[in-house]
């Protein structure tokens, strides 16, 4: 039970500090922004890997989640507020507060079935229809965090050079 609430407060401090990351403007460069969506991938393969999940649904439903996640994240970025510097090699933005609801709501779900399954404060990896749900969900954010990264390369790549 104490491991439970602990874990519980660990999830919600989490989910507070990227609240508060989202919400600020983040400077990032054309190519250093793809960084943290292939870190996401990568843990996206760690959970499979963890929840031993490997079977052949199990990949196809990720796959489409990420395929699913990456529109929404393209209109996530469309209500984004972007500034440009091309002769800085840098972009400037900031996430639309009901665009932030949405991927922590699916990382939420990944986190509260955990919890509601107690496999958060548990060694023991989620099995069945919770872990392919919950890493689907994990899976669909992922593809969220790609989407925007798309809309802003073709921000990027939209703008206009500063003549010399």
């Not at 507070?16 to 054309?30: D, G, I, K, L, T």
């Not at 639309?96 to 939420?108: K, T, V």
């Amino acid at each position: 039970m104490t491991q439970s609430i602990v874990a519980g407060l660990f999830v919600a401090a989490f989910l507070v500090v990227a609240v508060y990351r989202q919400s600020r403007e983040r400077r990032v460069s054309p190519v250093g922004m793809w960084i943290s969506p292939a870190i996401l991938l990568l843990l996206t393969a760690a959970v499979v890997a963890l929840d031993r999940l490997a079977s052949p649904l199990t990949m196809t439903v990720v796959a489409l989640a990420v395929v699913a996640g990456v529109p929404l994240g393209i209109a996530q970025g469309s209500h984004c507020s972007i500034e440009i510097d091309r002769a800085a090699r840098r972009i400037v933005y900031k996430s639309n507060p009901a665009a932030i609801a949405i991927f922590l709501a699916a990382l939420g779900f990944r986190f509260g079935v955990k919890m509601a399954t107690g496999a958060l404060a548990s060694p023991h990896p989620l099995t069945g229809l919770p872990a392919l749900a919950s890493t689907a969900a994990l899976a669909l954010a992922v593809g969220m965090v790609i989407g925007v990264r798309i809309h802003l390369q073709r921000c990027y790549r939209a703008a206009i050079l500063p003549a010399a």
